[in-house]
């Protein structure tokens, strides 16, 4: 069955960066895009980036451009979120997803557990 394992969350100071981290099992992690989605205290959950299988498309939520780096390494069957420059509105639970194909259009079908990132002094 597919698996999506998170790690690398925590507290960081205003400012600071954090590496999350997505290990993937049960399917060909190379033949599918990733993403990762937040979902902030009462609010719904929305896309902050996704790359294609290959890596070489990706998108990312306008809130987080310029500060984050979605990247894969498709060896280790493991997505990466580089989080730079780090915000306290940037505080919440970070899900890793698969999507349904290839590209980075085709959406979400399996999400991972959630990783928490809090941003505060």
């Known amino acids: 069955q597919v698996q999506l394992v998170e790690s690398g969350g925590g507290l960081v100071q205003p400012g600071g960066s954090l590496r999350l981290s997505c290990t993937a099992s049960?399917?060909?992690?190379?033949?599918?895009?990733m993403g990762w989605y937040i979902q902030a205290p009462g609010k719904e959950r929305e896309l902050v980036a996704v790359?294609?299988?290959?890596?070489?498309?990706?998108r990312y939520a306008d809130s987080v451009k310029g500060r984050f780096t979605i990247s894969r390494d498709n060896a280790k069957n493991t997505v990466y979120l580089q989080m730079n420059s780090l915000k306290p509105e940037d505080t919440a639970l970070y899900y890793c997803v698969k999507s349904r194909s290839s590209k980075i259009t085709s959406g979400p079908d399996y999400w991972g557990q959630g990783t928490q990132v809090t941003v505060s002094s």
């Open positions: 049960g399917f060909t992690f190379s033949s599918y895009a």
């Open positions: 790359i294609s299988s290959t890596g070489g498309s990706t």
